[in-house]
Nanobody, 124 residues
Framework: QVQLVESGGGSEQAGGSLRLSCRAS????????MGWFREAPGKDREEVAH??????TVIRDPVQGRFTISRDNANTLALQMNNLKPEDTGMYYC???????????????????WGPGTQVAVSS
């Protein structure tokens, strides 16, 4: 079973950058999907981006042009966040599944593995 742990969160001013990492214990899913999600206070968890086993990436509209997702190596998923905005504040989670891209719907999230999260705070 894969276990995920995020790191790299912190406090940053608007316009700054942070790089999040997600390290997997055990073998990463070579044939699955991995993604980044965030949860702001009082809001549902939402997807930020995901990457398929063939390298194709999807970046959601709120962060399009500012965030990029990548797999640095076989055990590390990264999220490069540039031009941060206060609305990017929240807890960031990575997730993985062998059969489908993890997702959240109606207050519930689905996927085989989720990390405990790393906090990001952006001040104006």
């Amino acid at each position: 079973q894969v276990q995920l742990v995020e790191s790299g969160g912190g406090s940053e001013q608007a316009g700054g950058s942070l790089r999040l990492s997600c390290r997997a214990s055990g073998r990463m899913y070579n044939d699955g999907c991995m993604g980044w999600f965030r949860e702001a206070p009082g809001k549902d968890r939402e997807e930020v981006a995901h990457i398929l086993s063939n390298g194709k990436t999807v970046i959601r509209d709120p962060v399009q042009g500012r965030f990029t997702i990548s797999r640095d190596n076989a055990n590390t998923l990264a999220l490069q966040m540039n031009n941060l905005k206060p609305e990017d504040t929240g807890m960031y989670y990575c997730a993985a599944d062998r059969s489908f891209c993890p997702y959240c719907k109606s207050g519930r999230c689905y996927g085989a593995a989720w990390g405990p999260g790393t906090q990001v705070a952006v001040s104006s």
